[in-house]
């Protein structure tokens, strides 16, 4: 099976997907740790893929989304944004729009608190 062939797969089969350096538990860069922090402190069940355990899926993603840089989150099939879109739409509400449109489950309470902490 292709990289590509993986990853369409990778996206297709689970609800949120995160593409990272390092895994949810043990992220490996800061912008990994922070959007991988936001979906652990949110409850957000998510599939993890360390980038850094395969070269060809580290290049196959940024090819896939055509998006240079690592993390990538996707929902429900669907690229969402690297870090800074990320941190930008937990920030502004945008991310829990998009995880209750999706029928994510997330803990709005927790959600709130981020933007409080950060506001």
């Known amino acids: 099976m292709s990289a590509e062939d993986t990853i369409r797969k990778t996206v297709t089969e689970n609800d949120v997907v995160l593409f990272m350096k390092g895994t949810k538990m043990m992220p490996q ?3 990994s740790s922070r959007v991988a922090g936001v979906l652990n ?3 957000v069940e998510f599939a ?3 980038v850094l355990a395969d070269e060809e899926i580290r290049q196959g993603i940024k090819d896939f989304s055509d998006w240079p840089t690592i993390p990538q989150l996707y929902v429900k099939g ?3 944004g690297g870090c800074d879109i990320i941190t930008e739409m937990t920030l502004s509400g945008e991310l829990d729009t998009l995880f ?3 029928g994510i489950s997330f803990d709005k ?3 709130e608190k ?3 902490a950060n506001g």
């Open 114 to 116: 981020i933007r409080e």
């Open 100 to 102: 209750a449109e999706s």
């Open 78 to 80: 669907e690229f969402v």
């Open 41 to 43: 402190y949110m409850g």
């Open 48 to 50: 993890d893929v360390n």
């Open 109 to 111: 309470d927790a959600a």
């Open 29 to 31: 860069c800061g912008f």
